[in-house]
């Protein structure tokens, strides 16, 4: 299942065909992943953001209030954030599900500030992934995101990083931008990149940090 | 050292300032001039107009921060500072839009470089478009007025590390190099202008054209948008505008209806075009949106030997024009190189990579080097520009096709960006392409630019400069408004800012729109007075 050319073999080369040619075209693309996330929701796809998670039974901070991203939303990006921040994450179990999820928590307050013609692409990109059909077809991760390993959502992104199409490459580009920006933008993170933060004599100096 | 906060000062002072989030019921207002938007254009508008006595009405559709608010601290500052919380995108999602969305606009947040118009740029608008009136002696004094108001001056400090680097490569190369001049008053060269500038030390219309006009009694109204303006007859009567919440983002549902004499235009070269397209405002040769210009950038990286610690320092000091018009104004497309700075966050999401290859990109920033290379676009026909249109909601966007006559100058770019990192010494270079590896040898790095494809998503674009939309010219059949930015059919209606422009500026636009926008002001409050 993770080798590629099996999955290339495996799958309908003419269904592969066709939808290429499909997705090549840009109003094909639109209205292929309007039908999805139309088709998603109608499915039983949860659409509402996830607003407060109970810390019980869950990784995340129940203070933190959801308001983009839904369940499914925060189990795709549980699932993709190890291959995507690889060892930059703990190893340690519990340490690592606390930096996945105040990373999701960065990702969806980030997202609130897109706006909402952003999101509303967004939304289209998530459905496509969350829905088992499209999951399957388009993606072709086989198994749902709770139970998929870092390596099969490596080899997802490789796909779409690799991808002769335009649609997938992009798609590899925001999963991937907006989940390194919350991740190495962030103070606890910034030793990974060996930046020192601000120059600590002129934080010293200026008033507006004074009162922090 | 600026500590003492002029925005701070000002509204202690009793400056005219509300925030439309603490509107809770619909209001209207009147002036002489309602200006929309308070970037380069607005800011220098509000303050010509309110010096010379007349009433004015500023809208900002983004929100005051100020120095309070300027921690140097990249997340913040992306979500809060820039349009779309810095996920502004073309149409087709293949180019990031760098812009800012807040008092001040993208002068808040730009990183300085203050050039003039190039002659060879104003030249061509002459022959091309019929403004004369705009040739380069002709523009001189108010290029230097502006100079004066802003502060702008070639950096005298020595360059950071990183800018450094392409003065050393240009240097082994024989490609000329030159000393940008900056718009800053007692920089403590820290690094950080793209996320609001801690020190106040930038003067951006933040701290000198926005304060200038509120302490002439101009009254700024930020958290509101510009929805519509409405015509009565052949005249703008209103513009009707949205209270936006506290978030920034989403409308609270309260309303203001603004009506004055005349409406200045200056939200922008996304913006306008925008706020002109929804209002329905006449265009018989429908012109407004078209011939939209981004300087489309395109970037690669190299790990030098010794540190260069990209994050810190006067963030553009050093830029190269050797191949900016060396083709001929018209010729291949020509581009200006420049270095930008480089933080965690931003460098981590225009890297493309994830995983063990993204952490390795990223464990070595210290030894990061940038450069990068803006198209001067617009002037070939084979560089039409983009088009602005509406999305359902109404909020424009940018669509911006990349013509094969652009992917040239992407290619030819890319082999001078890396020629110029290894002849600095860079050990490895990297293109910002899904398909590129690191390369230890120019002649690596040669043959790949020979071979990757030059496409759409796998080339990683770029623009901070976005012109354009409601170009000017002398005949109205291919513009929007005349040589001084008044409408050709609508008599009250005149925009001030980037969009004006009929091609791109060939370098960083700011003194361009302060000093055409300064230019027009002055027309128009003698015009007013009159």
């Known amino acids: 299942m993770n080798d590629q050319s099996e999955v290339r073999s495996t799958s309908s080369d003419f269904v592969n065909l066709d939808r290429r040619s499909f997705l090549k075209t840009g109003l094909g693309g639109a209205i292929f992943l309007g039908t999805v996330s139309a088709t998603a929701g109608l499915s039983g796809c949860s659409s509402t953001p996830a ?39 703990p190893e340690q179990p519990q340490a690592r599900r606390m930096v996945i999820a105040g990373t999701i928590e960065r990702i969806d307050a980030g997202i609130h500030k897109f706006g909402p013609a952003n999101q509303k692409e967004l939304r289209r990109l998530f459905d496509l992934l969350n829905f088992g059909l499209t999951r399957v077809t388009i993606a072709r991760v086989w198994s749902s995101w709770p139970k998929v390993t870092t390596e099969e959502a490596d080899a997802f992104l490789e796909r779409w990083r690799t991808s002769g199409i335009g649609l997938f490459n992009n798609g590899y580009i925001a999963l991937t931008k907006i989940s390194n920006v919350a991740f190495y933008g962030y103070e606890d993170f910034w030793h990974l990149s060996g930046y020192p933060g601000p120059p600590k004599w002129a934080v010293d100096a200026l008033p507006q940090f004074q009162n922090a | 050292m600026q500590l003492k906060d002029r925005i701070a000062q000002g509204l202690e002072s009793g400056w005219k300032v509300t925030d439309g989030a603490t509107l809770t019921e619909n209001r209207a207002l009147e002036a002489d001039v309602v200006v929309i938007g308070t970037g380069a254009g607005g800011g220098t508008t509000a303050e010509i107009l309110a010096k010379s006595g007349l009433s004015v009405i500023l809208v900002e559709e983004g929100r005051l921060y100020y120095q309070k608010d300027f921690k140097m601290d990249e997340l913040s500052a992306y979500a809060s500072l820039y349009q779309e919380g810095m996920s502004r995108v073309t149409k087709d999602g293949a180019i990031a839009i760098l812009q800012g969305r807040c008092v001040g606009g993208s002068t808040t947040v730009n990183w300085t470089s203050s050039f003039r118009t190039p002659d060879a740029t104003l030249d061509y608008w002459a022959d091309r478009f019929g403004l004369d009136a705009l040739a380069p002696d002709a523009m001189a004094p108010w290029f230097d007025g502006r100079e004066q108001r802003h502060n702008m001056e070639s950096w005298a400090v020595k360059p950071n590390v990183n800018n450094d680097i392409l003065r050393q490569g240009c240097d082994q190369l024989g490609y000329s190099w030159q000393v940008i001049p900056r718009n800053v008053k007692g920089c403590w060269n820290l690094g950080y202008c793209g996320v609001g500038c801690p020190t106040n030390a930038k003067q951006g219309a933040l701290l000198t054209t926005v304060p200038g006009a509120l302490d002439n009694d101009a009254h700024l109204i930020h958290g509101l948008r510009a929805d519509k303006l409405v015509m009565n007859q052949d005249r703008i009567d209103h513009l009707q505008a949205s209270a936006m919440a506290a978030d920034g983002i989403t409308p609270s549902g309260v309303t203001v209806t603004l009506k004055a004499r005349h409406f200045v235009a200056a939200a922008s070269a996304i913006g306008t075009p925008g706020l002109l397209l929804r209002s329905g405002i006449p265009d018989p040769h429908n012109r407004i949106g078209k011939r939209s210009f981004i300087h489309p950038v395109n970037a690669c990286v190299a790990e030098m030997p010794e540190k260069v610690e990209p994050f810190y320092g006067a963030p553009q000091s050093i830029y190269s024009d050797h191949f900016n018009f060396s083709g001929g104004v018209d010729g291949p497309v020509g581009y200006k190189l420049e270095v930008p700075p480089l933080h965690p966050a931003m460098s981590s999401g225009v890297i493309p990579g994830h995983g063990d290859t993204q952490i390795n990109n990223m464990a070595r920033l210290p030894w990061m080097n940038s450069v990068i290379a803006l198209l001067r676009d617009g002037f070939h026909p084979a560089s039409p520009g983009g088009t602005i249109g509406l999305r359902d909601d109404g909020s424009p966007y940018l669509d911006y096709p990349v013509t094969d006559y652009l992917w040239d100058g992407l290619r030819r770019a890319f082999y001078t960006m890396a020629e110029i990192q290894f002849a600095a010494g860079a050990k490895r270079v990297r293109l910002m392409h899904l398909d590129s590896d690191w390369y230890s040898t120019w002649a690596d790095a040669k043959a790949a630019i020979d071979q990757l494809p030059m496409e759409l998503h796998r080339v990683r674009l770029f623009t901070a400069h976005q012109m354009g939309g409601c170009g000017m010219g002398a005949n109205p059949e291919d513009s929007v408004v005349n040589g001084f930015g008044e409408h050709h059919h609508v008599s009250n209606l005149s925009v001030h800012d980037a969009s004006i422009f009929p091609t791109s500026i060939g370098a960083n636009p700011q003194l361009s729109v302060y000093a055409l926008s300064a230019r027009n002001s002055t027309r128009l409050a003698n015009r007013l007075k009159a």
């Open chain 1, 51 to 89: 607003g407060r998670v109970s810390a019980v039974g869950t990784r995340m901070d129940a203070s933190y209030e959801f308001r983009f991203l839904t369940s499914d939303d925060i189990q795709l990006f549980e699932a993709l954030l190890p291959a995507i921040i690889g060892p930059g994450l």
